[in-house]
């Protein structure tokens, strides 16, 4: 039987492991970048009767028309800007990966950044070119432009704010990129809530540039609902390699429904920031362990050499499940990341942090 299989996968796949997902216990959960806070009960329960009329034995709205609009209307987004939904923002980054695979082909994305931008890239058989950051997680300006010289991209991966580190990458290095590609950029903007600030206001300056937006943040990681906005010619390609039906009823509904309550929302992403800057204040004060600032929902820890594992491994010891991203080499040697959690649950971990460094 294995043999048969070793046959006929591609064997870069054979051999290569899933993504990993952290394990799902009892744990303060501090690990995945969610959204701590639920919805208020007298929401859910208008959710709730929302859902029961929603018919689950058609197919869904193939176009998720109605929550196009609502987006458009919510968001701000003209009609004369192209807008696609995925099935979570991670379908959209491998439609345009599908659609831009032609042999040979390159997908260029600073390093460290977002590891699914690289699997997917291998998935789809593309090259895949990452340009090391500097050490403060701003571009390497000279190195992006010789790189994008070199490889001609057909897409380019940013994202703002920056993950891993939460950092707003410089506008005009942005700007830089986008003039000199002849390919796409994509900017995925996953942490839009919280950062006060989008390239959107350039769509209309620049054919090669497409916005990713994920909902999962701000509060909607259940849904698995993303959007992409920018140039109708290039969504129409991206278009075709779409599952069709990719976002089911049950989404279209709830996401439509979670617009319409987005107030809710807002406050919590108020509330998150505000946790985020009293947290990033106190991690710093403990001196065995240095942070990055962050416009984001997450802090980026470097603790002193050596010591990333151990404090990992103390931290799940006393139930709180932080990101591992030591195992890695580079800038992010060595290096944990904690998402901003309820006010309680930033206390248990910032002494829990502080017992252990
Ligand atoms: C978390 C994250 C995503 C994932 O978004 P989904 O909509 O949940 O698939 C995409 N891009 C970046 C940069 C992220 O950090």
Not at 135 to 160: G, H, K, R
Not at 220 to 248: D, H, Q, T
Request: with cysteine.
């Amino acid at each position: 039987m294995l043999n048969t299989i070793e046959q006929f996968v591609r064997p870069e796949i054979h051999s290569f492991n899933a993504y990993p997902v952290g394990e799902t216990t009892n744990a303060i959960k501090l690990d995945n970048m969610e959204n701590p806070d639920a919805w208020d009960q007298s929401v859910v329960d208008d959710w709730r009767q929302r859902l029961k009329l929603t018919p689950i034995n058609r197919y869904p709205d193939a176009e998720a028309g109605p929550l196009h609009a609502k987006l458009r209307e919510v968001m701000g987004i003209p009609d004369n800007t192209g807008m696609k939904l995925g099935n979570g923002s991670v379908e959209l980054i491998q439609m345009v990966c599908m659609a831009l695979a032609k042999p040979g082909a390159t997908v260029l994305a600073p390093n460290p950044t977002f590891g699914m931008y690289k699997m997917l890239a291998f998935f789809a058989n593309m090259d895949y070119r990452p340009v090391d950051l500097n050490d403060d997680f701003s571009l390497n300006m000279p190195a992006m432009m010789q790189a994008i010289e070199e490889t001609q991209p057909a897409v380019v991966f940013l994202s703002y704010p920056y993950n891993p580190a939460g950092n707003l990458i410089e506008e005009r290095d942005v700007c830089q990129i986008i003039d000199a590609n002849p390919g796409l950029v994509v900017m995925g903007e996953a942490y839009f809530a919280s950062a006060g600030d989008s390239f959107a206001k350039y769509l209309d300056q620049y054919n090669n540039l497409m916005i990713m937006r994920a909902v999962s943040k701000m509060g909607l990681a259940g849904l698995r609902l993303g959007y992409m906005m920018g140039n109708p010619a290039w969504i129409n390609e991206f278009n075709k390699v779409r599952s069709p039906f990719n976002i089911n009823s049950l989404t279209q509904v709830s996401a439509e429904f979670a617009l319409e309550n987005r107030a809710m929302f807002e406050t919590q992403t108020d509330e998150t920031c505000q946790a985020r800057d009293s947290l990033y204040a106190s991690m710093k004060k403990i001196n065995a362990t240095q942070c990055c600032p962050s416009q984001a929902n997450f802090i980026l820890v470097k603790p002193k050499i050596g010591q990333g594992n151990h404090l990992f491994d103390a931290l799940k010891k006393v139930a709180i499940l932080i990101r591992n991203l030591g195992t890695t080499v580079g800038l992010l040697a060595n290096c944990l990341r904690v998402t901003v959690g309820t006010k309680q649950e930033n206390a248990v971990f910032l002494q829990a942090l502080q017992e252990n460094s």
